[in-house]
């Protein structure tokens, strides 16, 4: 151990314990078996409320299938950046692939979709520039924020109002950026994006959108809240991620207009200086588009049992947050310490859920996120109910305005 770390050791383990102390159990779960709605945990058969696999394709035949396909046929990987020689056909075809998807006129693969906000603010604005961002947008946005020079407001989370306060302060910057999730990934409500593409056109604004957690869930085909609401053309840059819906394994996009993509591919470090996405990833996620395209009843059994799960859970006490028809379900709770309990007890009932709490939402607002799957029978929905309602009699906090 060097010198220097013995002096500063104690600091990052007090500040680890301070965590802990806050939330519980800090251990990962070690899954055994492949994604699903049933997972294997510590040899243990559970139903799995914990996923974005929102459309039960992780482990789906096809999406296997192509995967092992584009190995035999692209290899394991490219050892390189796409600009040098990490750029093979599959990618530019998956990108023409899904601008079409979205509705865009060009798109751009990143290791992430982390990688993938990370990249749009540092490499389009200037401090002669303006972000104007939701308050509870992802961690992503955040942090990609921060990498530019470019003037920030935060506007009140889904306060159309107080956004247009914010244009109005911006008004004299040359370019401004309004940027949104669209459904948000910790409380399952949905921007409004119809009204933001009216202020944005009033106060000539760019808008972008972050589709993770929509791309997949919502709109007839699967294409978004831009689709949902009918906009589809009208945002300016889209990121999205395929770890979700779209086969739940890694990379995402941006789909966005030429001229930014132009940019992006010669300017973005995410993507200058990233491995290019992995031939086996991109055969699977070909696979999940086509399984999309094929059955979009998928998406009706999701939306179905979003709304069974939803009625059942207010029909049994809770009260949950985000929009109806939203997959993601939070249960929210006053500390992180009870959700840890409470996920750690249903874990024992047969039912995977986490808890989160400080620092992945704010404090005081801890919760379980329960997420809700095609890949759910009604019968495993009940058991979910089942269990939360008997651990939280037990708590004797059913009735408690914690729920």
Do not use: W
Not at 27 to 47: M, P
Not at 106 to 111: G, N, P, V
Not at 166 to 184: G, H, N, Q, S, Y
Not at 254 to 279: D, G, M, Q, T, W
């Amino acid at each position: 151990m060097s010198t220097g770390y013995k002096t500063v050791k104690h600091h990052f383990v007090s500040v680890f314990e301070e965590i802990k102390k806050g939330k519980g159990n800090v251990d990962e779960r070690v899954i055994t078996t492949s994604q699903g709605g049933r997972i294997t945990v510590n040899d243990c058969s559970v139903l799995n409320f914990s996923c974005s696999n929102y459309l039960g394709l992780g482990n789906h035949p096809k999406v296997k299938e192509g995967a092992i396909k584009f190995i035999e046929i692209h290899g394991f990987g490219l050892g390189s950046v796409r600009f040098i020689c990490g750029t093979q056909n599959i990618h530019i075809k998956l990108e023409e692939t899904i601008a079409k998807f979205t509705g865009t006129e060009a798109s751009i693969l990143f290791s992430s979709c982390f990688d993938a906000n990370g990249a749009v603010f540092e490499t389009l604005l200037t401090k002669n520039d303006a972000v104007i961002s939701d308050a509870l947008n992802h961690v992503s946005i955040i942090n990609g924020i921060r990498l530019s020079k470019a003037q920030r407001f935060i506007y009140k989370h889904l306060d159309v109002n107080d956004l247009e306060q914010k244009l109005i302060k911006a008004k004299d910057c040359r370019v401004k950026l309004i940027v949104t999730d669209a459904i948000f990934s910790m409380d399952g409500d949905l921007a409004p994006l119809p009204q933001i593409l009216q202020l944005a056109k009033e106060y000539e604004a760019l808008v972008m959108v972050d589709e993770a957690h929509s791309i997949g869930v919502f709109g007839k085909t699967g294409r978004g809240i831009t689709e949902h609401f009918g906009v589809m053309g009208k945002v300016d840059i889209i990121t999205s991620t395929f770890g979700k819906a779209l086969g739940g394994g890694n990379g995402g996009f941006i789909a966005a207009r030429k001229e930014i993509v132009n940019l992006l591919r010669v300017k973005a470090y995410p993507y200058l200086f990233s491995n290019s996405v992995a031939p086996a990833t991109i055969g699977g996620i070909f696979a999940a588009l086509k399984i999309l395209e094929d059955t979009p009843e998928l998406i009706d059994k999701l939306h179905r049992n979003t709304r069974y799960f939803r009625r059942r859970m207010e029909d049994a006490g809770f009260k949950l947050l985000g929009d109806k028809e939203s997959p993601i379900c939070p249960v929210l709770l006053k500390h992180g310490r009870l959700a840890t309990e409470i996920a750690d007890a249903l874990m024992n009932l047969g039912i995977y859920v986490i808890g989160f709490s400080f620092p992945v939402v704010p404090k005081g607002k801890a919760r379980i996120r329960i997420q809700i799957s095609a890949a759910h029978s009604f019968d495993q929905l009940d058991q979910c109910v089942t269990a939360f309602t008997k651990i939280a009699r037990q708590k004797g906090i059913l009735s408690s305005t914690k729920f």
